[in-house]
């Protein structure tokens, strides 16, 4: 099939978003389908004047036979109302990194889930949160890296700059570990078996940590992070990691719906 991702940015931008479109297209790929990915950047500098522009891209649009739309839920608004029999689908990253979620947010999720023909979740607690019906409920996947064994010091933190930084810097010192810091490293998850410990509170960043026998260590500070992390099967006795190619398997069942 012909099929166009939208989202925000793309790879090798450093984000787990971007990270999971990429690696989903690049193994769609070798099944034979056609993969497009448009983006926020090409289009536009806010919502608005991508809707003035979104016209430019009119073949691209009718080319596809899926547009998968990965976060910018305000695209399916638009589209919707051109392409009346086109099919959408929506994956549901994570959520906004704001507590209590705002009323806005549920509804303009609600509103783009009616819209679709399908959807994906990353992660149980969205339905807890957002109220969605998803037909899918995923939480990325893991490389496999062939790595030496070396014995194992200090930690790693693989994130964004924040909140959550500040405090691992602050448990590093306390504790006496060294930590090492990737904020903007596209490989920074191939060095996970060098460390004792992963400083890691994202889906993507938690599975290549575990993948790689690296002990977790993830931070919260309200309610829906505490669920974020532990609505989740990674503690589960006998869990095994899914590889991109089971990702990609999903959103090929997704389709044929």
């Known amino acids: 099939m012909n099929i166009l991702f939208l989202s925000r940015y793309k790879w090798p931008r450093v984000g787990g978003v971007e990270k999971h479109v990429h690696e989903i297209s690049t193994r769609l790929k070798t099944r034979g389908h056609v993969i497009k990915i448009l ?21 691209l649009f009718d080319w596809a036979d899926v547009v998968h739309i990965h976060d910018v839920y305000f695209w399916v608004f638009f589209l919707r109302c051109l392409y009346l029999k086109k099919k959408f689908f929506i994956t549901f990253h994570g959520w ?30 969205i339905k807890k949160y957002y109220f969605t019906n998803p037909d899918y409920i995923i939480y990325g996947a893991a490389n496999e890296v062939k790595y030496k064994k070396v ?9 964004r700059v924040g909140r959550s930084l500040e405090y691992f810097k602050q448990y590093a010192k306390e504790q006496k570990i060294k ?18 410990y992963a400083f890691v509170s994202g889906y993507l960043s938690i599975l290549e940590a575990m993948s790689q026998g690296t002990e977790v260590i ?7 992070k505490y669920d974020y992390l532990n609505m989740t099967p990674f503690s589960e006795k006998g869990y095994k990691i899914p590889t991109w190619e089971d990702v990609a398997s999903v959103y090929e069942k997704l389709w044929k719906r």
């Open 151 to 159: 014995k194992r010091k200090g930690a790693i933190y693989v994130g």
């Open 39 to 59: 983006t926020e950047e090409e289009v536009g500098k806010d919502k608005w004047e991508i809707w003035r522009h979104i016209w430019k891209y009119k073949e």
């Open 218 to 224: 993830s931070y919260y500070d309200n309610v829906l």
């Open 96 to 125: 906004e990194e704001i507590y209590p979620v705002p009323v806005k947010n549920i509804v303009i999720r609600k509103i783009s889930e009616l819209l679709s023909n399908g959807n994906i979740c990353v992660g149980e607690f």
């Open 179 to 196: 930590l090492d810091i990737f904020t903007n490293n596209p490989d920074a998850s191939k060095y996970f078996y060098k460390y004792k």
